[in-house]
Nanobody, 128 residues
C-alpha cells in the first residue's frame, strides 16, 4: 500500500511555469512506475507523463512533450512534474499515480487502469 500526496498546483498566466510534486509513503518507492495524469472539466482523465522506477525511462503525451519534464528523487520518495510554457488548455486537476512493477519492454503505462494507487489531485489553472 502506498499513499500519494500531490502539491504545487496553483494559478499561473499563460507562458508561466509550475512544478508539481508527489510525495509517496512507503519504503520501496524505487520499485514503482510513477505517472502523471490530468482531468479538465467535462473531459476524461488523460495521460501526461510517466517515469520508470530508476528514472531511466520517461515518456510524455504529445501535447506536453518539450514543455513538461518528469523526474524523481527516490531518496525523498518524490516525483516531480516541471511544467513550462503553460497554456490555458493545460488547466486541469493533475493526479499522480503509482504501479509497483518493473518496466516491461514495449509498455508505456499511459492508461489509467494500469495504475494501482492515486493521489487526491492538485488544481492547475492557466489564464490566457
Amino acid at each position: 500500500q502506498v499513499q500519494l500526496v500531490e502539491s504545487g498546483g496553483g494559478f499561473v498566466q499563460a507562458g508561466g511555469s509550475l512544478r508539481l510534486s508527489c510525495a509517496a509513503s512507503g519504503r520501496t518507492f524505487s520499485s514503482y512506475v510513477m505517472g502523471w495524469f490530468r482531468q479538465a472539466p467535462g473531459k476524461e482523465r488523460e495521460f501526461v507523463s510517466v517515469i520508470s522506477g530508476n528514472g531511466a525511462r520517461v515518456y510524455y503525451a504529445g501535447s506536453v512533450s518539450g514543455r513538461f519534464t518528469i523526474s524523481r528523487d527516490n531518496a525523498k520518495n518524490t516525483v516531480y512534474l516541471q511544467m513550462n510554457s503553460l497554456k490555458p488548455e493545460d488547466t486541469a486537476v493533475y493526479y499522480c499515480a503509482a504501479r509497483q512493477t518493473t518496466w516491461s519492454s514495449g509498455s508505456k503505462y499511459v492508461r489509467d487502469h494500469e495504475y494501482d494507487y492515486w493521489g487526491q489531485g492538485t488544481q492547475v489553472t492557466v489564464s490566457s
